[in-house]
């Protein structure tokens, strides 16, 4: 599947909606639509916060005003054990994964398919992602379109790394980096 390839028909009875899921690192929330995955959370403090963080991100875009939780359906599921999978250790790239990018930015939407194409265990510098979309001068927008990522780790924005490959600028904290990066070092 594309990076903006629409829900199958399977959708259609829970067209709109989000849940939460267990994941190895805790209660990661997710929340889909017509278009695809609107969203993904990685865990907060505990589900309820894991929640409102998942619903707050989705700001005033195209979404309904209430997103209702529901089953999800067939290719939300397999987006989950693909997340799940992934931070249980499992190299997975979740590139197959289909995003609902209607909201994001034409420069985000390269920016995201660049991070999309690292490979576990393997990371980037800002510089390096900025050289591929033409100048290494777009490093700091490359670190702002990553820092409001709204799909980790399907988009894997904690595979970019400072200059001198320090860990910078990760939303989710900087031990929540280190320890996504540590999960896949024994992917490489």
Same mark, same amino acid.
């Given at each position: 599947? %594309? ?16 849940? *939460? ?14 278009? =695809?995955?609107?969203?993904? $959370?990685?865990? @907060?403090?505990?589900? /309820? ?11 005033? &875009? ?5 997103? /209702? ?14 997340? $799940? ?17 209607? &909201? ?7 920016? !995201?398919?660049?991070? +999309?194409?690292? /490979? /576990?265990?393997?990371?980037?510098? !800002?510089? @390096? #992602?900025?050289?591929?979309?033409? %100048?290494?001068?777009? %490093?700091?927008? #490359?670190?702002?379109?990553? =820092? *409001?990522?709204?799909?980790?780790? #399907?988009?894997?924005?904690?595979? #970019?790394?400072? +200059?001198?490959? %320090?860990?910078?600028? !990760? ?18």
């Amino acid at each position: 599947m %594309s990076l903006d390839a629409p829900l199958n028909a399977d959708a259609q009875e829970a067209a709109w909606g989000h849940t *939460l899921f267990d994941t190895a690192l805790g209660p990661c929330g997710i929340a889909w639509g017509p278009g =695809g995955i609107a969203a993904v $959370q990685l865990p @907060e403090a505990d589900a /309820p916060a894991t929640q409102a963080r998942l619903l707050r991100g989705l700001g005033q &875009g195209t979404y309904p005003q209430v997103l /209702p939780p529901a089953a999800p359906p067939a290719v939300v599921r397999h987006a989950i054990a693909g997340i $799940q999978g992934l931070l249980a250790g499992q190299a997975l790239d979740l590139r197959e994964v289909p995003l609902d990018i209607s &909201g994001v930015s034409a420069f985000h939407q390269q920016v !995201y398919a660049l991070a +999309r194409a690292i /490979p /576990p265990g393997q990371t980037r510098t !800002y510089g @390096e #992602v900025a050289e591929q979309l033409g %100048s290494k001068g777009l %490093s700091r927008a #490359v670190g702002q379109a990553l =820092g *409001l990522n709204p799909f980790a780790p #399907v988009v894997p924005c904690h595979r #970019v790394l400072g +200059r001198d490959g %320090s860990l910078t600028g !990760y939303a989710g904290g900087l031990p929540r980096k280190a320890a996504l990066l540590a999960l896949e070092q024994g992917m490489a």
